[in-house]
Nanobody, 124 residues
Framework: QVQLVESGGGLVQAGGSLRLSCAAS????????MAWFRQAPGKEREFVAA????????YYADSVKGRFTISRDNPKNTVYLQANSLKPEDTAVYYC?????????????????WGQGTQVTVSS
């Protein structure tokens, strides 16, 4: 089993950047495919980005493609989400998720383990 802890959220102006981190403990991160989801108030949790165990492939929601980059450092047991050119509509709680096997990268139910989330607020 793996435990996930997100960090790096905060308040930023539109056009700014943040780097979110997801630190894993309990089991080596290289055993898991990883993803970031986000949930805005009153909305469903939505897929943001995902990365395979080796980091060889990445997947993005259309809404963040070209602005966000997911990466991982397996020796450090950490996954990152670099968020650039942030927009007010990116405001949400961002969650890190893990799964040994992923059937559908963008589906919430594909992931077994979740962190508590980190708040990202983008002001206009």
């Amino acid at each position: 089993q793996v435990q996930l802890v997100e960090s790096g959220g905060g308040l930023v102006q539109a056009g700014g950047s943040l780097r979110l981190s997801c630190a894993a403990s309990g089991r080596t991160l290289s055993s898991y495919a990883m993803a970031w989801f986000r949930q805005a108030p009153g909305k469903e949790r939505e897929f943001v980005a995902a990365i395979t165990r080796s980091g060889g492939s990445t997947y993005y929601a259309d809404s963040v493609k070209g602005r966000f980059t997911i990466s991982r450092d397996n020796p450090k047991n950490t996954v990152y989400l670099q968020a650039n050119s942030l927009k007010p509509e990116d405001t949400a709680v961002y969650y890190c998720a893990a799964a040994i096997y992923v059937r559908n990268w963008s589906v919430y139910g594909s992931y077994n383990y979740w962190g508590q989330g980190t708040q990202v607020t983008v002001s206009s």
